[in-house]
């Protein structure tokens, strides 16, 4: 079959008007009436595919030059939302008509391509219009600009203020801007915004590019717009819970916003559209999922500030509780938390009783947080570290738990102590509230003492042993008890009940005889006071004594102390006095320790002091001869030097006793020309009490060292038979020779210790983990 | 100038006056009490035998019933209290 020329002419021209494309334009009359002719021409001619092909060609290269440039040329950087605003909204309305006026043709291609019969796909899709679409996202993308972003935030923007004023209405008040769209209330904006809003998402939706253009634009606003939520919402305040309040927000404003951008302006998608509820439930899940993020992100950056304000700021640490359950910060709030804790007090520059607050109150949060202690543990180990190398951390406990009045949260503690062991003991580990421990937690220990150690045992933990802890107890006890006369025993006796509660009655029998002893000696020394002899002696000034029994104090530290002679003999009755009182028994004096009233009179004005025993002895000499060397001083007081010359500044203090040439010192008296400065007003007549504050009491430190030397002839005799030992291997053997008596059980660290001072002293050596005697 | 002394407050630790450190039979310091006692001193008192042995009076007693004969557990020696 052949044609004519001019047939071929005018069918070209019928095929050129149905599909105007191949001329490069887009617009055409061509009815359907008029199309089926043209087709049975294509038909006719056999040559359906290629013009197909030949049209799709046209349609790529028309997309690709035309429609995806003029789309692209409004996505520019913009400096106001509002205009981005409408560029994008033009833009959107520009493609969404260009891909319209390609409809006719299109319905005239797929009668074509249905012609074809070769069942080729078009751009990967089954039918025309699909392969259409896929084409002109492929196209768009394929020319994706830099700064497309831009306008479609500021898009997103303006509209999402609208909805969130919408839910927020209250403070509106007499604002004469609209917060919704910023301008005037008169001239508001906010019903246009809303429309516009609605009809470019359904045309972004139709083309199917609402997930491609603006998916991560939305993602990333909406969780900047989160963020910005929660820190004005929650930054700072902690003693309101913001959980509810936040998710109540995600639902009502974000959710409800993000759902009419997906359903075209509809608050709810049709049950059936399966994909959008889908979608939606996705984006959901993933922007609670966020909220939570953010919100423990936030807490747990200023959770040191939660802790501090604990229990007021429990409803923070109630929301954190629910946060850690929805997302994965435990670790991440363990390390924050302990860098905090490490730069915020563990410094030099915060005193122990700040430490030791701040620890009770870090244990109460997070005991709260999680009752597993799991978290408690790992975060408060370097506290624990620190504070155990601070030498005041015993001491401080212990005056913090005596300490009376408010503010003593360890008081406070041991109360609530001694009232729990009152009620039903066996109620904290019931059954019903028991919980398996978290993954995280340290398997090698046991969950219930994790869960049973209360405040006090984990401060007094902290030091490593009970029993250093009550033997500092003692050590406090006792100088308080040897420097207060007047001593409320029935105080300090209240606080043992309860101290005895909280540690067991063998460790602090040793206290309760102690202040035995002191209420034993008000009784016998008012006895010994109506001794004729005591009588006589008393006529020039009482003597007083504290008896003690010896074994049950803690060691006093060894000073030499020779008392003046008229005092001896007092001493010397008191003791004959006692020896009647009491028989086979004597006593034994301790001349430096105990306090002595005086009176210095110097010139016209009296000073009343009570000083040490030392310092009395001291200006007593000075009264019998105003020049001493420190020499001379050391001959009659039998004081070491060193000790005389530190402790003679008492009275040089005093303005008594001057330096007048090195160790040479003379008193300073009214007498002659130079006259004492304590003629000054504030000194006279004062009751000035002596401010050696120093304890008598051997220290911690030293009684324990005493107390392992005990274990040393174990030990030489050991490494003398069996050579070389590790240290786990001699703890153990010591174990078995360890007698019940207290303070010789000792831990594996303190038996460390001790055995570095041995291999410092070069009495031991340790040599690739084993103790070794040196070779002599 | 003048000082003049208005009270002296010594400080002393009592002891029993015996010519050992330890009780024998307990092996705790005299000066400490018995292992049945919590107060030493008036509360677990020593008694002295007329061997002129030493014990806390807890401790003797408890011997004493438990053996057939009565002696001292130093010296063997029959036990008399000495009231001395
Ligand atoms: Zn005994
Ligand atoms: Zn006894
Ligand atoms: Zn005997």
């Known amino acids: 079959m052949s044609y004519k020329k001019e047939d071929l002419k005018i069918y070209w021209s019928k095929i050129n008007y149905a599909f105007p494309i191949l001329n490069d334009t887009i617009f055409s009359d061509c009815g359907n009436a008029e199309y089926e002719e043209i087709q049975q021409i294509i038909v006719g001619l056999g040559i359906q595919i290629k013009i197909r092909d030949l049209v799709l060609l046209h349609i790529e290269k028309y997309l690709r030059q035309h429609v995806a440039p003029s789309f692209w040329s409004k996505f520019v950087k913009v400096e106001e939302d509002e205009k981005g605003f409408q560029l994008f909204k033009s833009a959107v309305n520009d493609l969404y008509d260009a891909v319209a006026n390609f409809s006719g043709m299109l319905q005239r291609l797929t009668i074509l391509n249905n012609s074809c019969n070769d069942s080729k796909p078009i751009y990967a899709e089954k039918d025309v219009i699909s392969g259409f679409k896929q084409l002109v996202r492929a196209t768009l993308l394929s020319q994706l600009p830099l700064d497309f972003q831009v306008i479609i935030e500021s898009f997103y923007k303006v509209s999402f203020n609208v909805f969130d004023n919408e839910y927020d209405k209250e403070d509106m008040g007499e604002d004469v801007t609209c917060s919704g769209c910023l301008n005037e209330c008169s001239d508001c904006n906010c019903m246009y915004i809303v429309k516009v809003f609605h009809e470019t998402n359904k045309k972004l939706m139709e083309l199917q590019l609402l997930e491609r253009l603006t998916g991560q634009v939305l993602t990333n606003f909406i969780q900047m717009r989160i963020e910005s939520h929660i820190q004005k919402l929650c930054n700072g305040t902690f003693d309101k819970s913001h959980i509810g309040f936040l998710e109540t927000w995600l639902d009502t404003t974000v959710m409800s916003w993000l759902t009419r951008i997906y359903c075209g302006g509809s608050s709810k998608p049709s049950p059936d559209d399966k994909n959008t509820l889908n979608a939606i439930l996705k984006f959901k899940q993933k922007l609670s999922y966020f909220l939570y993020h953010s919100y423990t992100k936030l807490r747990i950056d200023e959770l040191f500030n939660i802790i501090i304000e604990y229990p007021d700021s429990q409803p923070a640490v109630d929301d954190i509780k629910i946060c850690l359950e929805k997302t994965d910060l435990r670790s991440t709030l363990c390390k924050n938390l302990q860098s905090a804790l490490e730069t915020r007090l563990l410094h030099p520059g915060v005193n122990t009783p700040d430490i030791l607050t701040a620890y009770v109150t870090t244990i109460r949060a997070l005991r709260h947080l999680d009752p597993s202690g799991v978290i408690l543990e790992t975060v408060t180990k370097p506290v624990r570290n620190y504070l155990r190398n601070r030498d005041d951390t015993v001491r401080s406990v212990v005056s913090s738990l005596t300490e009376e009045g408010a503010g003593s949260e360890l008081a406070e503690e041991l109360v609530k102590f001694a009232a729990e062991t009152d009620g039903d003991s066996d109620k904290d580990e019931a059954w019903d509230e028991w919980n398996p421990d978290p993954v995280d937690a340290d398997p090698t220990v046991d969950s219930s003492d994790r869960r049973a150690n209360d405040i006090i045992s984990m401060l007094v933990n902290v030091y490593g042993s009970k029993e250093l802890f009550v033997n500092e107890y003692r050590t406090l006890l006792a100088d308080r008890l040897l420097a207060q006369n007047a001593i409320n025993t029935e105080k300090e006796i209240r606080y043992l009940e309860l101290l005895k509660l909280r540690f067991g009655e063998s460790q602090l029998h040793y206290c309760e005889v102690m202040l035995k002893d002191i209420s034993d000696s008000k009784r016998i020394n008012a006895l010994i006071q109506q001794d004729k002899e005591i009588e006589i002696l008393n006529k020039k000034f009482t003597s007083n004594a504290m008896i003690l029994s010896a074994q049950f104090w803690p060691p006093f530290k060894d000073e030499s102390l020779e008392l003046p002679e008229q005092i001896k003999r007092h001493f010397e009755a008191y003791t004959k006095s006692f020896e009647g009182l009491k028989g086979n028994r004597t006593l034994s004096w301790k001349p430096h320790l105990g306090n002595v009233n005086i009176e210095i009179e110097i010139g016209d004005k009296k000073l009343d002091l009570t000083v040490s025993p030392f310092n009395a002895t001291m200006i007593m000499y000075f009264q019998d001869k105003p020049e001493w060397s420190i020499d001379e001083l050391h001959q009659v007081m039998k004081v070491p030097v060193t000790v005389l010359r530190r402790k003679i500044t008492y009275w040089q203090s005093m303005g008594l006793i001057t330096e007048k040439t090195t160790d040479h010192f003379v008193l300073v008296d009214g007498s002659d020309g130079n006259k004492p400065n304590v003629a000054s007003n504030q000194v006279q007549e004062m009751i000035c009490e002596d401010d050696e504050t120093e304890s008598v009491m051997a220290s911690a430190h030293d009684q324990r060292e005493g107390e392992l030397q005990v274990f040393w002839s174990y030990i030489v005799g050991m490494l003398t038979n069996l050579d070389s030992l590790p240290l786990d291997r001699i703890h153990q053997m010591l174990k078995m020779f360890a007698s019940q008596a207290p303070g010789t059980e000792c831990s594996l660290q303190e038996l460390r210790q001790f055995l570095d001072t041995k291999v410092r002293t070069h009495q031991l050596v340790l040599q690739g983990g084993m103790y070794k005697l040196p070779k002599t | ?84």
């Open chain 2, 1 to 84: 100038m003048k000082v003049t002394v208005k009270s002296w407050t010594g400080v002393a630790t009592w002891r029993w006056v015996a010519n050992d450190d330890n009780c024998g039979i307990c092996r705790m310091p005299f000066d400490s009490c018995c292992p049945d006692c919590k107060l030493p001193g008036d509360d677990c008192p020593l008694v002295w035998g007329a061997c002129s042995h030493c014990f806390h009076i807890h401790c003797i007693v408890k011997w004493l019933h438990s053996q057939p004969q009565q002696q001292c557990p130093m010296c063997r020696q029959d036990w008399k209290f000495n009231n001395k």
